[in-house]
């Protein structure tokens, strides 16, 4: 058996698509799922679509997600160069479409623009398309020679047959045949000397020896084109796996106007990259089990493409923050700092313990710019109505919270110990005294040092937090609004 090997060929003409980046992924995995090798390849062919710095993004998509290729423009396997316009210099595509011609399986086409816009246009799936008539395949040779001595600007076109029919094999689809009728003269070298993208696919692809084609189910309707290319080369074809649609959750086409259409868009919203690699690898496929959480590791060991669906997969931007707030639970503290000190500093201006807030936060936030909201008050208590301490669970009402704080202000003021423990021990202390439950204490003292009903931790945390002068400023403001309030 050949060693398989699978090779993800981006164009780079901006971000990298949710979409293509499941490509990769699950190119990536079918290779090292069966020990294979995964090559990069830069289709850069389409000279209008190109965008300055879109190489850049495909390598630092590549390298956050994990996906380490094994060839590329930077690493050479035997088989470069991997970027095809310089592979066009070789002069590689021109060959093998005059091998074509040859042949009789692709000729010559001179026809100039004024001529191919008076051609007929046909529906074909729901799109306008104009068909080429093969005007120029009855062209002699000598004409042919004469119009290239000449210097008459030319294609070159795929001769297809006009009867019977084509059948390819996909992995997921099975066979798939459509009527030679519905295959137009597609253009396999431009005018301007590149080779069209299908055309130089089939190339790198044989010449590459490439053994999985994985892409999206919108290139099914071409795959008899490739087929055909390939059986007029006489080369083994390989295997074809056309991925499911990816839509939103109103089940249309994913779009840049989402905001979370690119990987690039998704970083920006705070999330992590090993979190949208795995969801982004359930999208389509499903393992054995209902397991949903793997690292990139645990997928390539299970990883069967087999098990790729053929429906749409939507893509839930709910279930990807869930899936994200998983993977900052379970993440090194130290890792999870890294990233959302930056987050904290945007909020948080005063001398505290960044740390000791990102500690609190950790397992409460999905994505990093959730901390925001959670941690506010650190910096200010905001404005509140004083009906927040009234809690029936905790039976406090405003009256018995004014109570509570007015104990407990001198004996905060002589205490010397503010760590989370020493202020624990304070506060228990004075409810066993009291004879109350903790609720009934802790209640009102958190609601006076943070001014809201959800805290990332407990009063003596917030107050270890922000220290003895502003916990007391805090509980006094505190007072003085509840006796305002009841009197």
């Not at 160069?81 to 399986?105: C, N």
């Not at 001769?159 to 084509?166: A, D, I, K, L, R």
């Not at 044989?206 to 919108?218: A, D, F, K, L, S």
Request: aromatic fraction near 10%; charged fraction near 30%.
């Amino acid at each position: 058996m050949n060693k398989v090997r699978t090779r993800y060929a981006p164009s780079p003409t901006g971000k990298m698509h949710v979409g293509n980046l499941r490509s990769a992924l699950y190119e990536f995995l079918i290779a090292k799922h069966a020990g294979g090798d995964f090559m990069l390849r830069i289709e850069d062919t389409d000279q209008e679509r190109f965008v300055e710095g879109a190489t850049e993004i495909i390598y630092r998509t590549m390298e956050k997600a994990g996906l380490v290729h094994d060839e590329g423009p930077d690493k050479d396997g035997g088989f470069g160069p991997y970027v095809q316009s310089e592979r066009m210099k070789t002069g590689i595509y021109l060959d093998y479409a005059k091998e074509l011609v040859e042949k009789g399986e692709a000729y010559y086409c001179f026809c100039d623009k004024e001529r191919l816009s008076s051609l007929k246009s046909e529906v074909v799936e729901g799109k306008e398309i104009t068909v080429y008539d093969k005007h120029c395949l009855s062209l002699t040779k000598e004409e042919v020679e004469a119009n290239l001595a000449a210097g008459k600007p030319y294609v070159i076109r795929q001769n297809n047959p006009m009867e019977g029919t084509t059948t390819f094999h996909d992995e997921l689809y099975g066979d798939i045949t459509v009527p030679n009728s519905e295959l137009d003269d597609m253009i396999l070298i431009k005018s301007d000397g590149y080779p069209t993208y299908n055309f130089a696919n089939v190339v790198d692809d044989h010449t590459m020896h490439i053994t999985h084609v994985v892409r999206g189910n919108e290139y099914l309707s071409s795959s008899p084109k490739y087929v055909r290319l390939y059986e007029a080369f006489g080369w083994e074809i390989p295997m074809y796996v056309h991925l499911p649609l990816i839509t939103d959750e109103n089940h249309k086409k994913l779009s840049k106007r989402s905001g979370h259409a690119s990987f690039e868009d998704l970083m920006e919203q705070g999330f992590v990259a090993e979190a949208v690699v795995n969801y982004i690898a359930l999208l389509g496929w499903s393992p054995e089990d209902n397991r949903e959480i793997f690292s990139l590791k645990e997928l390539i060991e299970q990883f069967d493409y087999h098990r790729i669906s053929k429906s749409p997969a939507v893509f839930d931007i709910v279930k990807l923050r869930w899936m994200n707030g998983e993977y900052l639970k379970a993440m090194e503290f130290e890792a999870f700092y890294e990233l959302a000190e930056a987050y904290i500093k945007q909020v948080v201006h005063k001398d505290y313990d960044l740390r000791k807030i990102a500690a609190l936060v950790k397992t409460r936030i999905e994505v990093f710019p959730d901390i925001a909201e959670h941690i506010d008050f650190f910096e200010q208590v905001p404005e509140y109505d004083c009906s927040m301490y009234a809690h029936k669970k905790m039976k406090t009402t405003p009256e018995s919270s004014l109570e509570v704080l007015q104990e407990l202000l001198p004996l905060l003021e002589k205490q010397e110990d503010y760590s989370n423990d020493g202020l624990y021990q304070l506060l228990t202390s004075y409810v066993g005294e009291k004879g109350c439950k903790n609720g009934y204490v802790m209640w009102p003292v958190r609601t006076a040092v943070s001014g809201k009903q959800m805290t990332p931790g407990g009063a003596t945390e917030i107050m270890e937090i922000i220290g003895k002068e502003e916990t007391l400023a805090r509980i006094q403001a505190a007072v003085g609004k509840l006796k305002q309030e009841i009197s």
